[in-house]
């Protein structure tokens, strides 16, 4: 079975700029979380999917934005982009419904410049 | 509010030799979830275990073992006879019922040297 699938895998951007990260679910699996780890904060969570709604999500600016689809893939999007967004990006599936281990992708390398 | 604590930033051991991280967790809630992830050099967390609040029954796997404390709020992960493979940074995560999201300790960088 497949893995989680992160793209793309590393990105520059310039501060002001947006930017969408893209996660690609475990077959099967319909929950998708996001974090972000950066060396100063570790592993942030973000927000979390399941079936297309948000079902929670952290304390993060409203810049901070994503979304699921039908097939459970996911989208995040960062728009005004500043500096200190610079981080991996993660993203994590599980089967959902309750509280199950959840499967990482490789993560997306975000730099803003 | 819910927390986990990992306060050993950074070990050091010798290869063979055993291992123990800690890992101390703070919620009200009696239904949660605590797991254990390694995330090695190549940058990808990898899952290695879920307990869930009603089984405070010791694991073993290999040379793996976890205890979990609740009258001390612990879920300790022990490496027996370590080896260079084993260097990574490891997290402790919660996670409670209903509430759909995984707070992280902030990891202990596990150095094995040969």
């Known amino acids: 079975k497949a893995g989680v699938t992160q793209t793309p895998r590393y990105l520059i951007k310039t501060r002001g700029q947006q930017v969408t990260l893209s996660c690609s679910p475990i077959s099967g699996h319909r929950s998708v979380s996001w974090y972000q780890q950066t060396p100063g904060q570790g592993l942030q969570f973000l927000f979390e999917?399941?079936?297309?709604?948000?079902?929670n999500k952290g304390n993060f600016p409203g810049r901070f934005s994503g979304r699921q689809f039908s097939n459970s893939r996911s989208e995040m999007n960062v728009s005004t982009l500043e500096l200190g967004d610079s981080a991996l990006y993660l993203c994590?599936?599980?089967?959902?419904?309750?509280?199950?281990?959840?499967?990482f992708g490789p993560g997306t390398r975000l730099t803003v410049t | 509010a819910q927390k986990v604590t990992q306060a050993q930033t950074e070990i050091s051991v010798v290869e063979k030799e055993d291992v123990t991280l800690d890992c101390v967790y703070e919620t009200r809630d009696t239904t949660y979830y605590l797991f254990w992830y390694k995330q090695p050099p190549s940058g990808e967390l990898v899952f290695l275990i879920r307990r869930n609040s009603f089984d405070e029954q010791n694991e073993i796997s290999g040379r793996y073992s976890w205890n979990f404390q609740k009258s001390t709020s612990s879920f300790n992960f022990t490496i027996t006879a370590s080896q260079v493979v084993d260097s990574a940074v490891y997290f402790c995560?919660?996670?409670?019922?209903?509430?759909?999201?995984?707070?992280f300790g902030t990891g202990t960088r596990l150095k094995v040297l040969a």
């Open positions: 994590a599936s599980s089967v959902g419904g309750t509280v199950w281990e959840q499967y």
């Open positions: 995560a919660l996670s409670t019922s209903g509430t759909y999201k995984y707070i």
């Open positions: 999917y399941f079936s297309e709604t948000q079902r």
